[in-house]
């Protein structure tokens, strides 16, 4: 079996060979780019790609733009918002399965909502909640500031 591919998009370089690094060590296969229209070509033709991970603000073509040509062609791909905006809440629902923050969102947690949307597929955290059902956390064995993260994702 091969390894899941994850594209990773940011212009800033030194956030994509983090991003690099720690994808490599879990064992994932990454590709990278600084720029959006490779990164739209690379997501839509040829590779099997199994997830994307973008900045948001980026020159000439932004992450939210990215992203909306990214689901006209593949409308079922899982892709990550990891964005350094300080208004995380005005860049959200833009057509991602989850928004992190850059900086504030410890390792573990992007490398959860990856894992979780591979495995789950594209509506990880789209589904509504089941009101009658034990909270968020307790129901899907995350941490609380997992749950707090999904319960805002949920929300926006």
């Given at each position: 079996?091969?390894?899941?591919?994850?594209?990773?998009?940011?212009?800033?370089?030194?956030?994509?060979?983090?991003?690099?690094?720690?994808?490599?060590?879990?064992?994932?296969?990454?590709?990278?780019?600084?720029?959006?229209?490779?990164?739209?070509?690379?997501?839509?033709?040829?590779?099997?790609?199994?997830?994307?991970?973008?900045?948001?603000?980026?020159?000439?073509?932004?992450?939210?733009?990215?992203?909306?040509?990214?689901?006209?062609?593949?409308?079922?791909?899982?892709?990550?918002?990891?964005?350094?905006?300080?208004?995380?809440?005005?860049?959200?629902?833009?057509?991602?399965?989850?928004?992190?923050?850059?900086?504030?969102?410890?390792?573990?947690?992007?490398?959860?909502?990856?894992?979780?949307?591979?495995?789950?597929?594209?509506?990880?955290?789209?589904?509504?909640?089941?009101?009658?059902?034990?909270?968020?956390?307790?129901?899907?064995?995350?941490?609380?500031?997992?749950?707090?993260?999904?319960?805002?994702h949920r929300s926006a």
């Amino acid at each position: 079996m091969s390894p899941t591919t994850i594209l990773c998009v940011d212009d800033h370089e030194p956030a994509l060979a983090l991003l690099k690094f720690l994808l490599e060590a879990k064992g994932y296969e990454v590709i990278l780019t600084t720029s959006p229209a490779k990164a739209l070509i690379v997501a839509t033709t040829g590779r099997d790609i199994q997830l994307v991970i973008t900045d948001f603000t980026m020159p000439v073509m932004s992450g939210g733009e990215l992203i909306q040509e990214i689901r006209r062609w593949r409308p079922e791909m899982p892709i990550i918002l990891f964005t350094g905006a300080s208004n995380i809440h005005g860049v959200r629902g833009i057509g991602e399965n989850v928004c992190l923050p850059k900086g504030a969102a410890a390792p573990k947690v992007l490398l959860t909502y990856i894992q979780k949307l591979i495995n789950k597929g594209k509506d990880y955290g789209k589904q509504e909640p089941d009101r009658n059902q034990a909270p968020a956390r307790r129901a899907r064995g995350v941490s609380r500031h997992d749950a707090r993260l999904l319960q805002n994702h949920r929300s926006a």
